[in-house]
């Protein structure tokens, strides 16, 4: 009342005496304006006091139950922790405890991911991904996979949870971070239950199906086997072009040819598509008209379990991280020989689906003193939730990884006679379970699982699509099912068996030299990466770890047939006999997602790899260094940065002697020819030339292929093209139904002028303004709320749109989806350059910032420099971290 008063009083004081209606209107208004003005101050601070309250506290003293002595957690002005502990019990506490403080809300929100329990969260929208990732099972795997690590290991984590749950004791869900009190609102009151071993397990499975190879790519070519033969798929799935673009490991690994002009193809296969008849022409042994027949009689229903399937697993990216054939990584090593420092230098970007906050958080793990017990002293990037490194070094070795690549799973197609799945000549029965998966605000709904002896049912398959199957499954027409028969997809994959990555991740951090690194290395069942190693002592290496199976018949490219044993895995090779190279006389190793090895010269791996582009360009780049002798972390920087379009490579020289008298082709062409062929975020011409590749996919590949399996762009769609350039009168070139556009040139005059009318309607009329940083934007968007629909908790939490250099295929692996539009959907999700003489002389960025709490000074502190392109200082020695140190807390027993 008092207060009431005093403000009644103080609107009064500046009340005019005599005042004119239009006087007492404006009285009245600042009246309303400063109380509005009043409210949204306290608003503003309630606002700031709500988002600070789960900020962590950095410095001074807090107690941590369970801790056997003193440990010590010095952040830099990054806000990057370095943990230092006496015991591994202690430092893997500490890390549990700093990582909730953090990130716990990202923590608990892949938890239940992982589990098939985002319902609980978010409601029933949730529920057909939960139906998902219950039916593949991964949090049964990783519970067994807990149940079977050796005893020190299960200590790791089980110190590390009860550092995550020492963090939790006593803080309700809104002190550990604000998304719970937004999700709150609609599901609501939530509780935070303890972390466990399994829950950290579980995510090594959600990072797997992140990098799950050529499952998409199986799909793919099902369907697109419903509508061409097997000489047209051909031509959109080339063979890797080992003449020109290097592998990993071997005589080959140096290869840099100029741009390709050589067309592979399957021997005999000359099929491509009549645009004209929606069928098509060629000389493979099925012929035009049973090719039609197999669309016909396929029909929309009958791709349409595929294409479920295939929306199912891109739903699941969504919130993981949308996969892609683009999803890859660059790392390469090079020996001291050709350093300035005389030491090693090794480099690493991995590139994955962006997410706010970014899925890496960087830090240090020391032991106070390195023994037997203790035995780490390791820095690097580690997954929030997981403990220990998962990239980085320690101060004997360092390590990067990219995805190999291996095909470790497959589509089966099995044959069910009502309980039974048909196997050989007999039957066996179908597994079943049952699960009940919590929604919030609605009952609780049970779901059936079935699985085969080869995997989960992951899709039921329509008579229609029968037909199909029998083609793309290898069962051959002569072995139709029985009318009582009913037609399913199982999945197998590797990583729904229990592995040992988990022991893997301290194996390595600890590891002192090639051979324990090996050692660790043949823990790493899935997800399969390229391996690259550095050792202090000048050593270079690459090792391929993973477990692969030995295939029998047929090769993995499309469903395989589960009643024939002779198709089933046979086995997994040995680690041995897996691809592995120590100090090459070349004197470096490039990985970058291309092909491991020559064929006939190493173990078949897969047939699905990069078409090499980021491979030859690296490869390229660094040559030339190499035989000066005197590379730097400058030099290795500016590769990591590079921007070169492959595709402009190919095409450039073609396009500036096409001859036209439309002005907007004469325009493009000018524009054209002033460029360097590089995708940089201000320049107007690579804006101009990346429509002109989307424009060029859809007017040329789109109409001819059937649903749910557009051309989506990147290294496999730019080989693609560059093979028809040499086929001028190919009639993939041809459109329309009046065969307007018949010949290479008309077509790529054709999309000259649509793409620049497209990039009109984008940019605007005046090509000064074009910029492709503008149309490649990317925008951060947090992983859980990030995409809700509702504005403003979308602003809470996502950041950008920020201009980005780069684009698909490109080293700057900024990639895009050519089929949906120009926004960056991949991106180098960190970067790192170690140097092995002085650890001190490394460099990193991430591409958020250490925290997870939305507004926290260090949520989005390193997306600047890591869109320029640029490192950050990164700390290592006592003394180093010492010097840069800006918070110290200390965690007492």
């Known amino acids: 009342m008092v207060a009431a008063n005093s403000t009644s009083r103080l609107l009064t004081a500046v009340r005019p005496a005599d005042p004119t209606p239009r006087a007492a209107s404006s009285a009245i208004l600042l009246r309303i304006l400063a109380i ?7 608003l503003a601070l309630l606002g700031v006091l709500i988002v600070r309250r789960s900020f962590p506290t950095t410095s001074g003293e807090l107690s941590l139950p369970g801790l056997d002595a003193p440990v010590t957690v010095v952040r830099d002005a990054s806000g990057i922790p370095m943990i230092e502990a006496s015991t591994a019990h202690d430092l893997f506490l500490a890390q549990g405890f700093v990582h909730a403080q953090d990130r716990f809300w990202e923590m608990d929100f892949r938890r239940h991911v992982t589990a098939g329990r985002l319902s609980e969260l978010f409601g029933p929208a949730q529920f057909s991904t939960d139906a998902f990732i219950r039916t593949l099972g991964w949090r049964q795997v990783a519970e067994a996979e807990v149940a079977a690590l050796d005893d020190t290991t299960a200590g790791y984590y089980e110190s590390y949870a009860a550092g995550v749950n020492g963090y939790l004791a006593g803080r309700s869900p809104t002190e550990v971070s604000l ?3 937004i999700v709150g609102l609609q599901s609501g009151e939530l509780t935070i239950e303890p972390w466990t071993p399994a829950d950290s397990v579980s995510w090594l499975k959600a990072m797997a199906w992140d990098l799950r190879s050529n499952l998409e790519d199986e799909i793919d070519r099902a369907i697109l086997s419903t509508a061409l033969d097997e000489g047209q798929i051909a031509d959109l799935y080339p063979e890797y072009p080992y003449d020109e673009r290097p592998t990993i490991i071997g005589d080959t690994a140096s290869t840099t040819a100029e741009p390709h002009r050589e067309q592979a193809r399957v021997e005999g296969t000359t099929g491509t598509p009549d645009p004209t008849a929606g069928g098509t022409t060629g000389t493979v042994s099925a012929g035009p008209a049973a090719t039609s027949a197999n669309a016909a009689s396929a029909g929309e229903s009958g791709i349409s ?4 399937l295939k929306s199912t697993l891109r739903s699941l990216p969504a919130l993981l991280g949308r996969s892609s054939r683009e999803i890859g990584s660059n790392s390469w090593v090079v020996a001291g020989d050709h350093t300035a420092t005389g030491a090693p230098l090794l480099a690493n970007d991995p590139h994955l689906s962006p997410s706010m906050p970014s899925v890496w958080h960087q830090v240090g793990l020391r032991c106070r003193e390195v023994t037997a017990d203790c035995p780490f002293d390791v820095s690097g990037f580690s997954f929030s939730g997981l403990p220990g490194v998962v990239v980085g070094h320690n101060r004997d070795i360092a390590w990067g990884l990219t995805n190999l690549g291996p095909d470790v799973s497959d589509l089966v197609v099995e044959r069910i006679r009502g309980a039974e799945v048909v196997r050989g000549s007999g039957t066996s029965p179908v597994a079943e379970r049952r699960e009940t998966i919590v929604i919030a605000n609605e009952a609780p709904r049970t779901i059936t699982i079935r699985s085969t002896g080869h995997g989960p049912i992951v899709s039921d398959l329509d008579g229609a699509y029968r037909t199909v199957l029998d083609a793309t499954a290898g069962t051959g027409s002569s072995e139709p099912p029985a009318a009582e028969e009913r037609q399913v997809l199982a999945l197998e994959w ?4 229990p592995g040992n990555t988990a022991r893997a991740v301290f194996a390595i951090n600890s590891a002192t030299d090639w051979d324990e690194f090996r050692d660790a290395a043949a823990l790493f069942d899935v997800p399969a990466q390229n391996l690259i190693y550095a050792d202090r002592r000048g050593n270079i290496g690459y090792q391929a770890p993973g477990k692969i199976p030995r295939r029998g018949e047929g090769d993995g490219l499309l469903p395989r047939s589960g009643w024939k044993p002779a198709q089933d895995w046979q086995g997994f090779y040995d680690f041995a006999e897996l691809p592995s190279e120590y100090n090459p006389e070349r004197g470096w190793i490039v990985t970058a997602n291309n092909p491991v090895a020559a064929p006939g010269t190493a173990v078949d791996l897969s047939r699905d790899f990069d078409y090499g582009d980021r491979a030859a360009r690296i490869t390229g780049l660094l040559a030339p260094l190499v035989a000066g002798g005197s590379i730097t972390a400058d030099d290795f920087s500016r590769i990591q940065a590079d921007t070169a379009n492959p595709l402009a490579a190919e095409l450039l020289p073609l396009l500036s002697q096409l001859e036209s008298d439309d002005p907007d082709v004469v325009a493009a062409q000018e ?8 995708d940089d975020a201000d320049s107007a011409a690579a804006a101009y030339f990346n429509v002109f590749a989307a424009t060029l996919l859809h007017e040329v590949f789109a109409g001819k292929l059937p649903e749910g399996a557009p051309p989506a762009g990147g290294s496999r769609w730019y080989r693609v093209i560059g093979d028809l350039l040499d086929e001028p009168e190919s009639q993939w070139w041809q459109t329309g139904k009046d065969g307007q556009v018949r010949t290479r040139d008309e077509a790529l005059v054709r999309a000259l002028d649509s793409a620049w009318t497209e990039t009109e309607e984008l940019l605007g009329a005046e090509p000064v303004t074009w910029r492709w940083g503008t149309l490649h934007a990317l925008t951060i968007r947090n992983s859980s709320l990030g995409e809700s629909g509702i504005a403003a908790v979308e602003k809470l939490f996502n950041r950008g749109p920020y201009e980005v250099s780069g684009g698909s295929g490109v080293v700057n692996a900024a990639g895009w989806d050519a089929a949906t539009g120009y926004e960056t959907n991949w991106v180098p999700s960190m970067r790192q350059i170690i140097d092995l003489g ?4 490394s460099r990193w ?15 989005a502190d390193q997306v600047e420099d890591w869109s320029q392109g640029r490192t950050r200082p990164w700390a290592y020695s006592p003394q180093a971290v010492s010097r840069t140190a800006v918070d110290t807390l200390t965690l007492m027993p």
């Not at 379990?305 to 479920?308: F, I, Q």
């Not at 591409?847 to 507004?855: E, I, K, Y």
């Open 845 to 859: 960025i991430n591409l958020t910032g250490a925290s997870g709490h939305a507004f926290h000074e260090h949520y």
């Open 671 to 678: 524009l054209l020819r002033s460029w360097d062929g590089r």
């Open 838 to 841: 002085d650890f001190d002389s």
């Open 36 to 42: 509005v003005l009043v409210l949204l101050t306290v």
């Open 179 to 181: 998304e719970y009190g």
């Open 494 to 497: 590797t990583a729904l068996e």
């Open 305 to 308: 379990d595929l294409l479920e």
